[in-house]
């Protein structure tokens, strides 16, 4: 993955990314590869989507018919992931190929932005011509950056609070609005954030085949002349056995720490860890570990959840319906009283979908976070018999454990 590793950062032609691409995924030796592609809806982003076609799918896809080799695709305003789609596109790669040996399945998440003219200014992006006018480039994210309240807008600046962190505010600042470098920071950190939304979709994931996974995010360049792109970052997660390998080499997700220079009539951003490979994170272990960290007001209990995890230490643990029907009483009792602490503990024990992880995750404001850990605990309460037995009754003890010096108030 070195040759991948040496694109990022760094402005690329189209072409070069896509034979690089295809040369490192030769180089694995898989005997099957998938391909996933991820661009907005803006049909300025066709050069980036032919290029991928033609130096990658072309040369090592499966034939559809007709001699067609194409990648599943998503193509929104944005390019925002959509929860589940790298699970179905695997699962289109899993052939009998795969299964003999092992699937090497790629997503190319591109953002875009305009570029101004060479010789105009040494930086300039968010605004080009487009048949004969001024335009955006991208619409999707100058929206973001602006006051639109369409609901995908608000979900594209919900992915820039992740964590907490209010990175629209930085990229509304004056130093990057001067010129238009919050566009092109805008639309790299918006690629970087949904990557990390595919990649947990992954590492949420047994897939139906050994796997490779390889995704790689970045940023399109459209210009006057041919486009080119700027790679953000690649991760790689090596899924072809119990012993899980993960890793990402590229740029993080704080567009403050990036750093844009010309060089050669190049184009170049990095940060402080751009150039090194580090582990990716398993984000239901960080939710447990925030759990214990919680302060220990964040754990309070009524009357009736304190009977009744009393009651559940005494139940057998053989009794199936008992462990979901106590389940379900105890997150009724504890949504009120302790909905972070019970909605972490659910996080952390596997009991909800990695979206939901995710948007609990995001949530900037405490009061916020709080009311959706509450609907969350609620959600859980409500399927509380649909859940396999060995769940529910995982969850009831771990509830028991988290509790058991919390004393009712």
Not at 27 to 34: E, F, Q
Not at 143 to 170: F, I, K, N, Y
Request: aromatic share 6%; proline share 4%.
């Amino acid at each position: 993955m070195k040759r991948l590793h040496a694109l990022v950062g760094r402005e690329q032609d189209l072409a070069e990314t896509a034979n690089t691409l295809r040369a490192a995924v030769r180089a694995l030796s898989a005997t099957a590869v998938g391909g996933f592609q991820m661009t907005c809806s803006d049909e300025s982003e066709h050069e980036c989507s032919a290029a991928f076609e033609r130096g990658f799918a072309l040369e090592l896809l499966p034939r559809l018919k007709f001699g067609e080799r194409v990648p599943f695709r998503i193509a929104n305003p944005g390019a925002r992931y959509e929860w589940g789609a790298v699970r179905i596109a695997e699962d289109h790669f899993s052939t009998a190929e795969a299964r003999r040996g092992f699937l090497a399945l790629v997503v190319k998440i591109n953002g875009h932005v305009a570029v101004a003219e060479p010789g105009k200014s040494d930086f300039a992006f968010g605004r080009t011509d487009r048949y004969g006018d001024e335009s955006v480039y991208c619409g999707a994210i100058a929206a973001m950056l602006g006051d639109s309240d369409l609901p995908w807008v608000e979900d594209l600046r919900a992915d820039l609070g992740a964590e907490g962190r209010d990175r629209l505010a930085t990229l509304r600042s004056a130093e990057l609005s001067v010129d238009g470098r919050n566009a092109l920071f805008g639309a790299l950190t918006a690629a970087r954030l949904q990557a990390r939304k595919c990649v947990l979709d992954i590492q949420d994931h047994v897939p139906a085949a050994p796997t490779v996974y390889v995704v790689m995010h970045g940023v399109t360049l459209n210009k006057p002349g041919p486009d080119s792109e700027l790679i953000g970052g690649v991760y790689v997660l090596d899924h072809r056995g119990p012993e899980r390998r993960e890793h990402y080499h590229g740029l993080g997700d704080d567009p403050a720490a990036y750093v844009l220079t010309r060089s050669d009539g190049r184009l170049h951003v990095s940060d402080p860890g751009s150039q090194r490979e580090r582990l990716v994170r398993d984000h239901r272990a960080l939710a447990g570990a925030r759990l214990r960290g919680l302060a220990d007001g964040e754990r309070t209990l009524d009357g009736e959840a304190h009977d009744l995890l009393a009651r559940a230490g005494q139940e057998q643990a053989g009794a199936e319906g008992a462990g979901r029907s106590t389940l379900a009483g105890l997150l009724a009792a504890l949504a009120s009283r302790s909905p972070l602490a019970t909605a972490l503990l659910l996080v952390a024990e596997g009991a909800v979908g990695i979206h939901d992880v995710y948007r609990l995750q995001r949530s900037a404001e405490p009061e916020e976070q709080t009311r959706f850990a509450r609907r969350l605990v609620e959600a859980v309460r409500q399927r509380a018999d649909q859940l396999p037995p060995g769940t529910a009754r995982r969850v009831v003890d771990a509830l028991r454990r988290e509790f058991e010096d919390a004393a009712p108030r």
